[in-house]
């Protein structure tokens, strides 16, 4: 089955910078949808970040644009989530995720859906501090 393996989370002071990483195993990210999703203590999930990686559309939640950057490297079936200028608001518990495309005039992917992800790895925790 699918597994996807999140790596590059740790703690840092506002403004820095961290990258993420989502190895996938058993999975083609070829031509379907990648999420980074995040959950603080007290707070639901939420999308942060998608792309479909057959065209390279991507969706970035509101309070990220601008700051976050998700992308693919085919050949190595991994995404990559890089964040900058970091702010507390950030810190949690990044998940990546893996499923099916639904396009339509350009979105693809789901930030609120969950449930069209059905392969999720274990989690990795960014830290943000003043």
């Known amino acids: 089955q699918a597994q996807l393996v999140e790596s590059g989370g740790g703690s840092v002071q506002t403004g820095g910078s961290l990258r993420l990483s989502c190895a996938t195993s058993?999975?083609?990210?070829?031509?379907?949808?990648m999420g980074w999703f995040r959950q603080a203590p007290g707070k639901e999930r939420e999308g942060v970040a998608m792309?479909?990686?057959?065209?390279?559309?991507?969706t970035y939640a509101d309070s990220v644009k601008g700051r976050f950057t998700i992308s693919q490297d085919n050949a190595k079936n991994t995404v990559y989530l890089q964040m900058n200028s970091l702010k507390p608001e950030d810190t949690a518990m990044y998940y990546c995720?893996?499923?099916?495309?639904?396009?339509?005039?350009?979105?693809?992917?789901?930030?609120?859906?969950?449930?069209?992800?059905?392969?999720w790895g274990q989690g990795t925790q960014v830290t943000v501090s003043s």
């Open positions: 058993q999975y083609s990210i070829n031509m379907t949808c």
């Open positions: 792309i479909y990686t057959g065209r390279g559309y991507t």
């Open positions: 995720a893996a499923g099916p495309s639904y396009c339509s005039r350009g979105y693809c992917c789901s930030r609120s859906r969950t449930y069209e992800y059905p392969y």
